[in-house]
């Protein structure tokens, strides 16, 4: 059974950092994507990366602020947020998508969602 949780969300203040994990399970060769979804608004990607991590996605809103890392010994991928902005306020998915290739941008591309964690950011 494949399994991703989430973890690391929280309230923080503009300009503060945060790290999220996703821990995964039941999976081998994977791509993991990290996504976020506001109030009112879709879900968007925010960054991606291969199994091999040679190869990463970030978005436009976000390059140069996050790093999506991962660790495959450990199942996890990680996701270093810097400088956060009220903007990146949203709850935060990973998803994954089973083989070698990718990055992937598209929701619809990843197979096995996370169950989200809360990011706040006041001003």
């Known amino acids: 059974q494949v399994r991703l949780v989430e973890s690391g969300g929280g309230l923080v203040q503009a300009g503060d950092s945060l790290r999220l994990s996703c821990a995964a399970s039941?999976?081998?060769?994977?791509?993991m994507g990290w996504f976020r979804q506001a109030p009112g608004k879709e879900r968007e990607i925010v960054a991606s990366?291969?199994?091999?991590?040679?190869?990463?996605y970030y978005a436009a809103s976000v390059k140069g602020r996050f790093t999506i890392s991962r660790e495959n010994a450990k199942n996890t991928a990680y996701l270093q947020m810097n400088s956060l902005k009220p903007e990146d306020t949203a709850v935060y998915y990973c998803?994954?998508?089973?083989?070698?290739?990718?990055?992937?941008?598209?929701?619809?591309?990843?197979?096995?969602w996370g169950q989200g964690t809360q990011v706040t950011v006041s001003s």
């Open positions: 039941g999976l081998s060769t994977y791509a």
């Open positions: 998803a994954a998508k089973q083989g070698l290739a990718g990055p992937y941008y598209y929701t619809r591309s990843y197979d096995y």
């Open positions: 990366i291969t199994w091999s991590s040679r190869n990463t």
